[in-house]
C-alpha cells in the first residue's frame, strides 16, 4: 500500500515579498524606487501637466479646446507611432536613422501600387508593410550578422531611401492618395458609440486581465501585487479613458451646422492597438525579455543561450515595419506621399519621443508606453508654441533643450541606479 507524501519547502526557498497593501507603504515603496534611479516616465508626465498648464493660462481660448486637442492628436500620430518603433532599437542601445525614410518610402510604395497600378486596399497595405520588413530585415543583416555599427548603416540607409523616395514622386511632385479608407486613417474619427464601446472594453480587459494574473502569480508564490495597487492602477486608467471618451465625443467642428467633428480619432485607436500590442510583445513573452536581456548586457545575454544576432535582427525587422505604419499616418495626414514623407525633422522628433518619455539611450530600459508620452510633449511643445506665434527657430530650440534634460535624466538616474546596486 502506498502512501502519499507532501513535498517540502526546499532550503533555498522563500516566499514571495508582500507588495504594500496601505497608501502609506505604496508611497514609500515608490521613492525608495525613485531614490533608486527608477524613475521611469515620471520627469516626462511632470513635464507633459506643466506645459499644458503653461499653455492653457496663456492660450485659454484656444489650446484647451477639444477641436485643437482633436487636431494636435493626428499631428503626433505618425511621429508616435515612428518612436514606439524605434524604442525596439533604442533598447538594443541601437540607433535607426533610416526609420523616417522607411516610412515614407512604405508610403510611397503604398501610394504607387493603388494610385497608379490600382491595386485593391489589402494588397496595397501588405505590399507597403512589406516594404518596411525588408527594409528593416536588410538593416538588421548588416547590423547583427557583419556586424556594421547601426549608425553607419542606417545612416546610409536614410541617405539612400531619401533617393528612392525622390525618384518615385519626382522633384518637387507627389503621389496622391486615392482611397477615402487611407485618408481616413489620420483625418478620420469613429462614431461616438463605437469609441465608448471601445473604452469601455480596454478599461475591462485591462482591470479583469491584470486582476487575474496577479491572483495567480499569488497562487503560485510570485510576487504580486497587493489588491489596493491594482484597484488605484485600474481605477487611474478608468478616470483617464474616461475623460478622453467625454471630452472627444463632444462636437469640436468650427462649423457643425456645415461639418460635425466628434468622437475618437482613428489616429488614436491606431496608438492604443499599438501601445497595447507591442506592450504585451515586450512584457509577455520570451522574446521580449530577450530583448530587454541583449540591451542590458549583450554578452551575458549570449553565454546564457540567447542567440543575440536573431534578437537584433528581429527589433530592426519590427521597428522598421512599425515605421511604415507611421508613413501611412503621415501620408494619411497630407492626402499624399511626397519626396519629404518622414523626412525633415520626423525623424529627430521620434528618436526625441522616446528619450523624453524615459527610454534609454543606453539601452536595456524602456517601454512602449514612453513614445506615446514622449510623443504627446513634442506636440504640446509645437503645437502651443504656434498658437503663441513663435518662430520654428524657437520650437527647435525649446524641443531641444527639452531632449537634453530628458537625456541628462537618463544619464543621472543610471548613474544613481549604479551606485546603490539597481542597475
Known sequence: MSTTTTPQPTENWHPAEEAPSTLGGIASAYLT?????????????????ALVVVFTGLRPD???????????????????VLAMGLVFVLLLGEI???????????????????????????????VGLLTGAVIGYGIGL??????????????ATFLGLQGVLLKMTGRGGTIPLQSDFIIKLNNGNLPVWLGWVLGVLIIVVYAG?????????????LTSKSLLQWALRAGTLTVIVLAVLVYLSKERGPHPQLKSIKGLPISLVIM???????????????????????GGNAEAARRAGINVARVKLSCFVVASTIAAIAGILLASRTNSVGPTTGGNTTLLYAVGAAV???????????????????GTVVAVIDNGMGLLNKDQGTVWMVTGIV?????????????????????
Do not use: C, E
Not at 484656444?62 to 493626428?74: E, M, S, V
Not at 491584470?210 to 491572483?215: I, L, M, P, R
Not at 501601445?275 to 530583448?291: C, E, I, M, N, P
Open 142 to 155: 548588416l547590423v547583427a550578422r557583419l556586424g556594421i555599427p547601426s549608425f553607419v548603416v542606417t545612416l
Open 33 to 49: 524606487r525613485l531614490r533608486g534611479g527608477d524613475i521611469g516616465s515620471l520627469p516626462a508626465i511632470l513635464g507633459l501637466i
Open 356 to 374: 523624453i518619455g524615459g527610454t534609454s539611450l543606453f539601452g536595456g530600459k524602456g517601454r512602449i508606453i514612453d513614445a506615446l508620452i514622449g
Open 96 to 126: 535607426d536613422l533610416g526609420a523616417g525614410f522607411t516610412g515614407g518610402t512604405s508610403a510611397g510604395v503604398l501610394a504607387l501600387v493603388m494610385t497608379r497600378h490600382g491595386w485593391p486596399l489589402i494588397p496595397g497595405l501588405i
Open 403 to 423: 531632449l537634453l534634460i530628458a537625456a541628462s535624466v537618463d544619464a543621472l538616474s543610471r548613474r544613481r541606479a549604479s551606485s546603490t546596486g539597481q542597475a
Open 62 to 80: 484656444t489650446f484647451p479646446n477639444a477641436f485643437n486637442i482633436g487636431n494636435l492628436i493626428g499631428q503626433s500620430a505618425g511621429v508616435t
Open 272 to 294: 492604443i492597438g499599438l501601445l497595447l500590442l507591442l506592450s504585451f510583445a515586450l512584457s509577455r513573452t520570451t522574446w521580449g525579455r530577450h530583448v530587454y536581456a541583449v
Open 209 to 221: 486581465g491584470s486582476f487575474v494574473a496577479n491572483q495567480r502569480r499569488r497562487a503560485h508564490g
